[in-house]
């Protein structure tokens, strides 16, 4: 089977976070892409306490597409420094596995 992993990622706003979605699955980068929010991030930005209205989304997909995920959401993203952070799948239903790598391209051995 091909390595499999979950992208975690925001965007300001809603339409935002489903244009992206329909973006990666479109492109088949993304198996699927759950989109949760409103969520609320609360950090620290230029030493400045800072809480935000975010949408979250999860992607899951092979790890061959994580590079050009990473650009796409760059390159759609109005925040200044894109949340992208990427967990290994480690298991899961062989099925689903399986067509997480019809949707996406992968390569199921």
């Keep these: ?26 492109a088949g980068y993304a198996a699927v892409v759950q989109v949760n929010g409103p969520v609320v991030s ?3 930005r230029d ?3 800072v ?3 975010q949408w979250q989304l999860l992607l899951r ?3 061959t597409h994580v590079r ?6 760059r390159a759609h993203n ?8 990427v967990t290994p799948i480690v298991g899961g239903d062989d099925d689903y596995l399986k067509w997480v790598d019809g949707q996406t391209g992968g390569l199921t051995q």
């Excluded at 091909?2 to 990666?24: I, M, N």
């Excluded at 050009?68 to 959401?73: K, R, V």
């Design 42 to 44: 609360i950090y620290r």
């Design 78 to 85: 109005a925040q200044d420094v894109a949340a992208i952070v």
């Design 1 to 26: 089977m091909a390595d499999y992993v979950q992208v975690l990622t925001t965007t300001e706003s809603c339409e935002d976070a489903y244009q992206l979605a329909h973006q990666l699955v479109s």
């Design 51 to 53: 809480e935000a209205q």
């Design 68 to 73: 050009a995920i990473e650009e796409h959401i």
């Design 61 to 63: 997909t092979v790890s």
């Design 47 to 49: 030493g400045v306490g």
